[in-house]
Every structure is written in C-alpha cells, then in structure tokens.
C-alpha cells in the first residue's frame, strides 16, 4: 500500500485551522490537525515543503517507522512547528490504519478503559458576581467539572474573560494585543473568588483554574496554599515550565494538585517533572505532541508515577484533533479529565464528527477511524485571517507571560 497524495488545507470558520488529509492507493484517506494557534502558516510549510514530498510513495501502515524518519531524519528534533507537523501526518496515519481495520480508533488503541471522558468546560466572569452565575450554568448543563476564570478588579483584559458573557476565544484578528497584568491584584483576587464559589455550590463540582504561567514558583505556592481550603481539582500552569525545579518549591508549600503540559511537544518536555513527582497531570496533547504514537509514550511515562493525563482541548485545537484525543483517552489507562471548549456551529459544519457530550461526558464514536471528516468546499469559503493571541506588561511596562 502507497501514500499517493497528501494536501494541507487551511481554513477560517471563524479561527484559523490547519488539516492534512493523506490519502492512500487503497481508496482510504486520513485527516490530522496540524494547528499552531498564531503560527499556523509555518506548519504549512513546514509539511508542504519538507514533509509532503517525503510521503508520497511510502506505506501508510508503517506508521510508526514514519514517525520516527520524520523525528530522527530531519536532524532537526522537537520544537513546536516539527512536532505539529509529525503530529498531523501520524493522526491521519492512525485514521487510515483504523479505517482499514473498519474499527474505531480506540479498539487499536486496546479499547475502551472507561464508558466515557469527564469533561471540564469553562466559566468566566468579568466580576465574582457574573463568574458565579456563569460556573452554574454550566452545572446546569451536566458538566461535573468547571474551569473558572473572572477579570480582576483594576485589570482591563484579563486571559480567560470574554467581553460581554460571550464564549472565550484568545486569538484575535490582526497584530497581537497588548494587556496589562498586576501579579498582586490577581493574588488578592483568586482566593475570594474560590471561596465564595465553594459558599454558592459546594464541594460537589470539581473546580479548576489556569493561572496561565504569570507567576514565579514563590507566588505560585503562596497561590496553591491559600487555594487549598477550596480542593481544588487542579491549578494549571502556576508558573513558565521552562523553569521545572522551581515545580520542586511549589511542591513543597501546597497539596493543591498541580497540571502541566499544553505547550509541551515532546516527552522530553514532560520527563523531569513527571519522574519526579512535581505534576498531578500532564496536559499535552495529540496535535502539540506528536500525534497519537508519541503522546501514548508520554502517558505511559505519567502511568509509572501516579500522574494521570487532562488532554488540553481548547478551541485552537481543530475538531480532527478532539477526535483523536477521544479515542486516546477512552483508551488510556491513566486518563483524568479532558478540556471542553466546544467549537462554533461554523466550525462544527466545517469539520462533520461523531463524537459527542452527554451528561458531563465526551464519548467518541463508534464509526471507523478517529471519526472526524472535512467538508473541503465549505472549508475553502473560509480562507485564512491572520490572528494573534494576546502579549501582556507589567503596570511598568516589562514584557510579562501572558
Ligand atoms: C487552556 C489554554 C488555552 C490557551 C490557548 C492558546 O487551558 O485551554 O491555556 O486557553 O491559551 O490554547 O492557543
Ligand atoms: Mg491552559
């Protein structure tokens, strides 16, 4: 069997999404998200220019020998756009492999773990008041776990707030934004937050919250530690991960479990932290970490230490990649929670799938493959805008994580 053709399609309903569809002489293609949220057109050359032309005559069922000549052959290893670019050709090589078993991917993956995914979505606010409000209407809808963000007092633009009650979306049109960002009015505000949340619905629902790496190892700790009354499900990304012993100095002030690992491409990325017991779970995922063969070896790392994985899911990641995600975590021996933005219905129609939420669960499909298509000519009615995500400074104006 021969890969004959492989394309990359770019699309806009409404955000940017980079698919590639590889299609075999057996009549059976297969489809990978290849998105990098702001850097989407590097991926696309990346693939058109040095991988597509290495594909094609090659035998699709060989997919982890693919993997490894596209890691190990370009002597360049790992970084984000390499690795997107793996993660796009091994889903749509896991997609054709499953269509020609005519099972669905998680049978190959050693079927099903579990009957379903619990599923965290996301709550915010621009106050307490309307973050409250916004955490029980997404009780009220079946989530069992909510992932709660509100604007801070004195802070414009706050990561995770929607102007209006509107759905959070990062990127946005044009050159990137700038935001201001006060780590002291963000400390002061985070606490309170949870506890009157905890006041209003209990301990029943599993709470999250992402502090999107603004904060060094010291407040991070002091964060978790003043969390703690609250049980927290998870606090993520306390702090940039490049810095990974200064995980070792949250560790030793607080129990809050920690979650990392969205930005993560390579088990590489993830090996310190997990064998030394500083996460509770490991957020990489199918398109940002190599695709499904590589992300099964970060997950069997995570297994030997008790960390348990929380697939990031946000809406940058296209429907093909949500797919596979669910395949892989209804399999996954060591699953914890799957991140749930779900996709405007333009994205949705773009992108036909079978996967679906169903009393605080995600549940993939049973139809063979990953269980996601492209309509290809509604996809081209959406061409490409450019969109960044957001920067953020200091009140003094120092360039700040955003
Ligand atoms: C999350 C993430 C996202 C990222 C986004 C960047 O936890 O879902 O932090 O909101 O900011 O995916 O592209
Ligand atoms: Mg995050």
Known sequence: MKIVDAKVIVTCPGRNFVTLRIVTDAGVHGLGDGTLNGREKAVVAYLE?????????????RIEDIWQYLYKGAYWR???VTMTAIAAVDTALWDIKAKLAGLPLYQLLGGKSRDGLMAYSHANGRDVAETLDAVEAHLAVGYRAVRVQSGVPGLDKVYGIAPGGKAYEPAQKGLPQETIWSTEKYLDHVPR???KLR????FGPHLLHDVHHRLTPIEAARLGKALEPCRLFWMEDPTPAEDQEGFRLIRNHTVTPIAVGEVFNSVWDCKHLIENRLIDYIRATVVHAGGISHLRKIAALAELHQVRTGCHGATDLSPVCMGAALHFGIAVANFGIQEHMPHTAETDAVFPHDYRFENGFLLPGETPGHGVEIDEALAARY????AYLPTARLEDGTVWSW
């Open 78 to 80: 790992r970084g984000p």
């Open 193 to 195: 937050l949870f506890e």
């Open 383 to 386: 061409p490409y805008d450019p």
């Open 49 to 61: 220019d040095h991988v597509i032309p290495c594909l094609i005559g090659r035998d699709p069922q």
């Open 199 to 202: 006041a209003r619905v209990g």
